[in-house]
């Protein structure tokens, strides 16, 4: 199949761009660019020339970048120069330079934000063909059928992020686990039961993690669900790091949040002034001492509640910020995700990770029933 296409792009794009390449080569007619067609000893210079000249339409790949490549001007000019069809297609927006200016402002622009992956590809197939680029029978395949994404790809991969939860929470629940471990071991106290206490709470956190990655993979999902084609095992994966590194943090902040609070006097436990009145000296000890195993007892009550507390809220942080994240590592195959599902995908994740942490203390209390611990 002839080279009926050729790409001009900045290499900082080539996620995108390669996979825009092997589509239309799938779809449309055989596409130039350069990564994958200059072979090793080629004149560089001459086989873009040369792609140029032969091609049937010029697809432009904007973005900042593309814009202050100097090479990407040369293909331009090179293509103008030859009359050659020029399809400017806004991957990422700037501020552009004249010569993109007047391209942009005079030619009908493709916009990546202003649609699914999807529905774009097939608006740059309908213009290709259009054009005269492959398919010799000028057949515009798509241009009477809108792009639908059935449900069942978008809860197909739902249970992924729920995996990929389960694995961050499991390594997060390990970090701690070993430093309550060294911990414990270090006052001379380790024990067998000790170390079946920790594997409970490391299984816990695993079954928390699973179940919060399925609320948030859900929310997820239902919000990216134009792009979900797009979605794949290495958007989700950063969710294990993520969690390995942001789980344990969290706790540790929200520990020494709780601990400066009660040092300043933000949670304390108002003392019970002692009436003597009438008592002897044993009965007035008596209910002394009982004021203050009462205080003491409200007072580890309320530390407890806000620890959990603080830590329900830097999880829920946590989780939004995760998400947002993972828009950032879908965005670069999905410019078109807008901010509200951005703001979709992270309150989604914040809600799974309060989840995860409910799920985890509710299996491990029913763990620790089941075990005697």
Known sequence: MPNDIFISYSR???????????????????VWFDQSDIQLG???????????????????????DADKSKYVH????????????IFPVIYRPAEWSDEFKSLVKDIQTLDLRAGSYVDSFQKLVDGLVAAGAGKASGEIPFLRTPAKVGMNLVLSKVPGWAFVWSLGWLIFWLI????LFILVAIQGRAGPEDFLNFLAILFSGGIGGFAGGLIAGLFTMLALRPNAPSIAWKHMS????????????????????TIVMLAIGVISVQNASVDCSG??????????IGAAIGEAIGTLILVAFVFVLLVIITWFLTGMFAGSQVVRHVRRLEPGITKAQSR??????????????MVMIIALGVISSVLGL
């Open 12 to 30: 900082r794009d080539s996620e995108f761009v390669t996979r825009l390449a092997s589509d239309l080569d799938k779809q449309v007619a055989g």
């Open 74 to 85: 040369e293909e331009v000019n090179k293509a103008l120069e030859l009359g050659k069809t």
């Open 344 to 357: 979709g995908v992270s309150l989604g994740w914040g809600c799974g990770a309060i989840v995860a942490a």
């Open 42 to 64: 080629e004149k560089w210079h001459d086989e873009i020339l040369k792609g140029i000249r032969d091609c049937k339409a010029f697809v432009l790949v904007l973005s900042p």
């Open 279 to 288: 008592l002897g000296f044993s009965d007035c000890l008596g209910r002394t």
């Open 176 to 179: 701690v686990f070993i430093a």
């Open 238 to 257: 950063p969710t294990i790091r993520i969690w390995a590194v942001s789980g344990p943090l969290g706790m540790i902040v929200s520990g020494i949040i």
